[in-house]
């Protein structure tokens, strides 16, 4: 996965309430304890497909991991971008990134190879 070159936004409510001029137009906060995880225009909005292990997992006898597909996420080149964010040990070749104040996660994740991190929109509050 590299850079997003062309943006698939089309009219969605995200580009409407969510991005403006390709970025995140509102601050990133944890959804359970309202920490800032990224700035205003930090954050390029990409369409791409990717299963993120959920946040809670009830319990399971067969000990699989249980995981849904997400579609839209905040492309973020720099790691330092983040006001606070956690990383995961390694897990086929990515962190799972989660609040640094509460370790709310995986709330999205950072690819080895590309050194870039995605921020999951379904898994943070917008203000």
């Not at 225009?41 to 959920?54: A, F, N, R, T």
């Not at 905040?74 to 971008?81: A, G, L």
């Amino acid at each position: 996965m590299s850079e997003p070159n062309a943006l698939d936004l089309g009219n969605s409510e995200t580009q409407n309430e969510l991005v403006e001029d390709g970025t995140n137009k509102l601050l990133v906060r944890c959804k359970f304890c309202g920490s800032k995880i990224l700035d205003r225009k930090s954050g390029k909005y990409m369409k791409q497909e990717k299963d993120l292990p959920l946040m809670q997992q009830e319990k399971n006898s067969d000990g699989q991991v249980q995981s849904e597909k997400i579609n839209e996420f905040y492309f973020v080149e720099n790691m330092y971008s983040f006001e606070n964010i956690g990383f995961t040990h390694t897990v086929d070749n990515y962190k799972y990134l989660s609040c640094a104040d509460c370790d709310a996660g995986p709330v999205g994740f950072y690819d080895m190879d590309t050194k870039h991190s995605y921020v999951a929109l379904s898994r943070v509050k917008h203000e």
